[in-house]
């Protein structure tokens, strides 16, 4: 397994606890509010708030294969050897959109992926709690942001 791919799994890791998190706030709210007769706290909540997790956690991990696949490519078009700084451009210049093209081909997928589980989630109100499932959805960019901001802190502290 190569190295991206493992950081890619560490990251899907990582949102996956974010959304576990995510899924007990959420659940916590709906107890509180439940307390007051404001919302109804049942199994919909929390199978909404796993389902909603899944989702992310599968349309990332779509998302950092796809990704992966297209950079080990380039890389290997690129080869060992040295370049000049105007053959790396050139090379950048010439490959790049391929690895973009890689990432934009999977965003219908995914997001169809997303629109048909909230579909879903609404055709199946018994089951899934729709504000539960969309919450995650919603939470995604957040955690992202979590996940970057303390690997920056890291890596400052393993430069000092």
């Known amino acids: 397994m190569s190295k991206s791919m493992r950081d890619a799994l560490k990251d899907a890791l990582f949102i996956l606890l974010g959304e576990i998190a995510v899924c007990a706030v959420v659940s916590v709210v709906f107890l509180i509010l439940s307390v007051f007769e404001i919302a109804k706290f049942d199994h ?5 708030g796993l389902l909603g997790s899944l989702v992310v956690v599968v349309n990332y991990f779509i998302l950092a294969v796809t990704v992966n696949r297209a950079i080990d490519k380039y890389v290997a078009l690129r080869g060992d050897g040295e370049m000049t700084e105007e053959e790396a451009e050139k090379f950048a210049a010439e490959n790049s959109k ?9 965003y219908i997928l995914r997001m169809l992926l997303m629109i048909g589980v909230l579909v879903g989630a609404f055709l199946l109100q018994g ?26 802190k890291k890596a400052k502290k393993e430069v000092e």
């Open 98 to 106: 391929s690895v973009s093209m890689a990432a934009g081909g999977t």
């Open 44 to 48: 919909t909540v929390i199978l909404g």
């Open 127 to 152: 089951v899934f709690n729709v504000i539960a499932t969309v919450i995650p959805l919603i939470a995604y960019r957040p955690i992202i942001y979590v996940i970057e901001l303390i690997r920056s």
